[in-house]
């Protein structure tokens, strides 16, 4: 026997009770080597076989006691069934055949820890790895859960063995986030990889477990686990060991720092004292944090989706690389790790390198290349998802500064100035917003930086608006709806978009008019609604279509003129039977629905009579008042954008319309200027004031005095400010009621649903149509978008074939190409075997014109174009954008390769020219 007798505890016993006595059921004396853990019970039942048996467990180390203790188990017992089981350090030569004629096989029992571990797991077979392992056998008896081992197959394996361990002392399942709420079996689902090891590292209790084991325990856990997650695991359980498990995260962060080319001694000392005494292994260090980089990006991007874990991910995050930038600090390593991607520290270096480049408050002049440069950089920090609104207000920034690089805008006339307004300067508008409303958490050379590019293209718009104020005087002279000298009037909206898009027999138009939707606002309409899917079109190629307000730019007066179809100003009472009125002259029934009548009873968000009208022939006019509300109300204060969902039922309406098939006319009657805090002492005199943005007398500095028939107020002679920082009220958010653009301007976005074809001689408005080319750089452009319209005469060379003259959309396809040298790339696309072969299975197949010009398209815009723009390229056959989208897919993707794929959430088309060359033998 051994001098150093085993601990045994209850359930040691109860197990090697199981093995032996069956084999001797009569028998109630059990000796069994070794002592009996402090504090278990001595007396317990215990199922062995089909029988309960009660068990009295003693210790006794000497001959007599031994004696003793038989003899009154004896006397004593309670039933036939009752086993005595003796704990000792006795030998089998020391013992008389008084005692051991009545033991169970007559001899004092040792026990094999490994078969009690067999037993204790239910298997029938034991990995012979298990038995090696010392410390295991030990550690899987000792850390038993309450409940018994689970039953893991008939052999217990290493690896079985040790995850069961692992969990049992570690917890580690616990501690995933991705485990959160499993129980049982759901628990041993849990990889047990780097990155759960990091998030078990960030739990309260489980590294200050794996501290608390025996060293022999902890280096075979670490060996196991190295082996199976990596050598990340390595440095982690040595950190958690030290008692620094919390931490190991952050310092895997910190640990970047020599990763870089060449790191000074200094910096190496510097982490070498963050670690202590610690001594990683480069070896070790490099694997280590990239697997912190690899979980704490997974986490990034779960706090950027909205889900369950968003938040949760959003906090462990911050918490990491928080922790991380006051370790950086301490050690004196800021400054080394400006460059990490993941350090907030970081992203505020990068923050203030574009503030740098963007600063002209000095002698410097704008890099607009360093610019887009330290913009990128921005974009790539991991942080930058997290800290969506501080890019946004740096991509303004960038954006603004690509805008006055640009040249200096001109006006030639009110209709001139008003399409430019809604097609490049509303943009211009909506990022001065979000750079005016600025960066909270910005430094002071970061904000000045954003201030001295606001300022500066705050003044080239003030300059264009005084530029448009003298235009708008001399047009307002004589502008009438007969001679509108090339405007479109707000209440010639109705005739010109809304009953061309009825057309005679089409549907019914569903007219949503937002009071006050300044262009700013309808942009970023229209690049929302794109991305959800929706065409727009227009009468004029390439560019939105604009009107011009009436005068002053009160809702009294534009809203009411725009809805009856003629210059007039009133109430609910005018615009009602004026908009009934209007079309009836077009032999439509129609019906207006204000604020009160919108909304439904409880259980539905639209009224009865809104959903029956909408369902019907009859078309619909809606007014929302959020926009204009907002203004008064001064809920637009730190606002800078409207969403869709932002105005009251809007979602709701467009919902209904794309039911119902409706196109959708999106109009404002005005726009509005914002209270930017910059107001100047109105320069009018006591009584001659009759509004925030109007009032009778004589023009001052930044005013313009406007007559005519179209001005329906002070007898047809008002003054009105151009410059967007005055007003006469008190302040509120915002004003309508003035003369500059972004008051004046009426945007009109018109939509059709799908499968429907814009009205004769109307275009398809790409985003690319209507976005300004120095809103995103490299993105898309204008130019970009004529390519889509205007591809090479050579995409179309196709003929026709079985004798049969082309198909309506071939030729129209073919009447947008110019002429090219030779044949384009999409013509050659077309007349190669592997597309002739690929036609052959693809139902309702594409002509080879419409591929040939799609594809020219696609190759001219650097392969990405919005699914507006291929089906501009596409004519007729593109009208079901999605559904032409798949057919293309179909066509182009060959075995199954992505030559041709959605990217930005499905609302664009991505072509992989070099692959499409490949896979159809395309010759450069």
Known sequence: MSAQPPLVNRRVIEALLRLELPNEPDRRLVLVHGRYESGAAAEFTASLAEDKRRIEVVEQHSVLGISDAWHRHQEEATGPGSVLVVTT???????????????????????????????RFGATGLDPRIRAESWLVNALLEAEPHGGWPRLGSVLTLDAAMRALVEARLSISQASPDAAGTRGDGRRDTPLDADTLLAWSRSPFGPAAYAALAKDEQQGIRDWLTKVAGNAASLLLDLCAAGRGQEAMALGVVGSV???PAPSTETGLALGGLFGTIRPKPADLRPFTLAVEGTLIRWLLQAEQAGPEQHAAHNRAREVLDQADRQAQEAGLTEALAGNAYLP????????????????SGPRTRDLAAAEAALEELRRHHLAGLQRPRVRTAEAAVRLARWLAGPQPTVTSVADAVEQHLADWGWVDAALTVLWAGDADAQEP????????YHAARGRRAVIDEIFARYLREWTRTATGQTPAGALLVENVLDTIAVKLAGKSGRAPLILLVDGMSSEVAVGFGEELARRGWLETGPARGRRTAAVAAIPSLTRISRASLLTGSLTQGGQSVEKPGFEEFWSRQRRSAALFHKADIGGAAGQRLSDTLQRELAGEAVVGVV?????DSLDHAAQGDRTRWRIADVTYLDELLAAARLYSRPVVIVADHGHVLERGEGLDAPAAAGNVSAARWRLGEPGSGEVLLTGPRVLEGDGRIVAPWREDIRYTPRKAGYHGGASLAEMTVPVLTLLPVDADPPKDWHLLAPEDVTPSWWNAGGPTRDAARVAEQTDASSTSAQPTDGQEPMEETREAAETSTPSDGPSFGTKLVASETFRFQRKFVRRSLEPAVMAAVVDALVAADGVLSLTAVAAAAGKAGRNADGFAATLQRLMNV???PVLEFSDNGTRLRLNVPLAREQFQVDS
């Open 258 to 260: 020599v990763a870089g």
């Open 624 to 628: 929302l008042n959020t926009v204009d």
């Open 345 to 360: 520290s970081g992203f505020q270096a990068r923050l203030n390198a574009l503030a740098a480049v963007l600063d002209t």
């Open 895 to 897: 075995e199954g390769y």
């Open 89 to 119: 350090t006795v030998e089998d030569e020391q013992l008389g055949w008084d005692v051991l004629g009545h033991a169970l096989r007559r001899q004092v029992l040792s026990v094999d820890r490994a078969e009690i571990v067999r037993l």
């Open 446 to 453: 970061v904000s000045a930086a954003y201030h001295s590019v």
